[in-house]
């Protein structure tokens, strides 16, 4: 069904990436790495390690978010990938549409408008929240941690209906050469 040169493993991706590497020798070994598991930018920097040059990453991911931490592990860790491309696919894993992923420096400072108005949104109603209300990002029946005991990522995802199935967005990255691999 697969080609032979195609091979799947069962267990932590960077574990057997390092024994890979300690087995093989530290020279790249991966032509092309697939992540699709939860927390995928945590297995980045080793999936890098073990990509040939021109070699391709792709990271598939449920939420925009998940790509935006995986954009911002390369860059805060200057792994040698290039963003080619970020592609929101639907339900079917049909389709497709772009998506502007990248980091920017605003040209100019925003001004602020009025000292009263904090910059926040709130999701039902698309208005600024005044100082003295709190908008709330937890769903019913949630309670809030206590300041400092957990660490959460934002999750954006269309509302379909009370359940998400399929589709979501697919990272893809090119490893570039380095002075290592001359």
Known sequence: MYLRNVNFHVGNVSEW?????????????????????????????????????????????????????????????????????????GPTMTGGRIWDVRFVKPRAPVKEVDENITFARRADTDQAVMDGEQASCLDAGEEEEPHGQQSFEIVCRPKVGGRISGGGFIGLWSRNRTRQDD
């Open 17 to 89: 990436i390092k024994q890979q590497m300690h087995a093989r020798g530290p020279r790249p070994f991966l032509a092309h790495v697939l992540l699709d598991l939860p927390s995928s930018h945590n297995h980045v920097e080793t999936a890098a390690s073990a990509l040939h040059v021109d070699g391709k990453l792709l990271v598939f991911n449920p939420s925009i978010t998940q790509i935006n931490s995986a954009v911002q592990c390369i860059k805060s860790k200057g792994l040698p990938l290039q963003l080619e491309r970020v592609v929101e696919v």
